[in-house]
Nanobody, 130 residues
């Protein structure tokens, strides 16, 4: 079972994109969901996440104030609204589910401990360039 990330593309600096994370055959709302990115030659980075229960969210410092994560449970989709994009945001973006459960998912994202995140899928390319 894999998640599907979509919505990437080429955008100019200062522009916006909305990424979508969907799944078929199972519900996303019972899992904390994270968005991650990996640029060429760089390690995978946890960008943002949202809990399964209370709607709490996590944002990496590099995207705070510019990215917004949300859920639409009726559509079984998690979104990442990305505004004021910068060239440093260029990367392949992935979404993944936290299989460990509980409330430690945000701290694990902050520590780049992705070992209990899974169902990564193929990702979607975001390129920010003029």
């Amino acid at each position: 079972v894999q998640l599907q990330a979509s919505g990437g593309g080429l955008v100019q600096p200062g522009g916006s994109l909305t990424l979508s994370c969907t799944a078929s055959g199972f519900r996303l709302d019972v899992y904390a969901i994270g968005w991650f990115r990996q640029a060429p030659g760089r390690e995978r980075e946890g960008v943002s996440g949202i809990s399964s229960s209370d709607g709490s969210t996590y944002y990496a410092d590099s995207v705070k104030g510019r990215f917004t994560i949300s859920r639409d449970n009726a559509r079984n989709t998690v979104y990442l609204q990305m505004d004021n994009l910068k060239p440093d945001d260029t990367a392949v973006y992935y979404c993944a589910m936290d299989f460990r459960g509980g409330t430690s998912w945000a701290s694990r994202m902050y520590l780049n401990d992705f070992s209990d995140f899974g169902s990564w899928g193929q990702g979607t390319q975001v390129t920010v360039s003029s």
